[in-house]
């Protein structure tokens, strides 16, 4: 079936330190959505791409829709203690019925 | 701003026994969803619901699961006989559209299976 890695799986950065992280899938995929997750809550949305190429912005927080529709990544600018948590990539796509996928994570970790 | 809300929080249970999850979605959303995450895993989809009936199930959710909007408000999740691997987060989403796939995830309740 459809499998998304999200890349790296865990990161450690300093406090004002760009992150990035990605996404990748073998198949296509019609939405890229992105989110965050603190220790023992539901994953909250934070960012979601419609097309290929589509780049958006919320704060400091980046996503691209990659060309191919087989990958997504997401940076986080000027990172801050708060954004220690599990990034999520979710993937959705039509077949025969509407189909929902998420990532196995990125784990963020912020030094201050 | 409203939010998806879930009870309990924690939920433990003997092996054999069931449980009955519950969900408030948000109030004008009309799809509703169920995902289970093990300690330390991915998030994965168990069921999605709109206008009374499952529209979407994966292989997770066999017959032991069963979901149900019983008023207007709620939607629950019925795991019969639990195993030992039923042990893990539950979340409840909702979304206003299946065409949309933006939804909004509840807390979650903790369910351990002792």
């Known amino acids: 079936g459809q499998q998304l890695n999200q890349s790296p799986q865990s990161m450690f950065i300093q406090e004002g330190e760009d992150v990035s992280m990605n996404c990748t899938s073998s198949?296509?995929?019609?939405?890229w959505l992105w989110y965050k997750q603190d220790p023992g809550e539901g994953p909250v949305l934070l960012i979601a791409?419609?097309?290929?190429?589509e780049l958006t912005s919320n704060g400091r927080l980046t996503a691209q829709f990659g060309i191919t529709r087989k990958d997504s990544f997401l940076n986080i600018s000027a990172s801050i203690p708060s954004d220690v948590g599990i990034y999520f990539c979710a993937g959705y796509y039509f077949s025969g019925t509407y189909k929902y996928i998420f990532g196995t994570g990125t784990r963020l970790k912020v030094l201050a | 701003e409203p939010e998806v809300t879930q009870t309990p929080s924690h939920q433990v249970t003997q092996m054999g026994q069931e449980v009955i999850l519950r969900c408030v979605p948000i109030s004008n959303h009309l799809y509703f969803y169920w995902y289970r995450q093990i300690l330390g895993q991915k998030v994965e989809f168990l069921v999605s619901f709109y206008n009374n009936e499952i529209s979407e199930k994966s292989e997770i959710f066999d017959d032991q699961f069963s979901v149900e909007r019983p008023d207007g408000s709620n939607f629950t999740l019925k795991i019969r006989s639990t195993k030992l691997e039923d042990s893990a987060m539950y979340f409840c989403?909702?979304?206003?559209?299946?065409?949309?796939?933006?939804?909004?995830f509840g807390p979650g309740t903790r369910l351990t299976v002792t």
């Open positions: 198949s296509i995929f019609n939405t």
């Open positions: 989403a909702s979304g206003t559209s299946h065409g949309v796939p933006e939804q909004y």
């Open positions: 791409l419609y097309k290929a190429g």
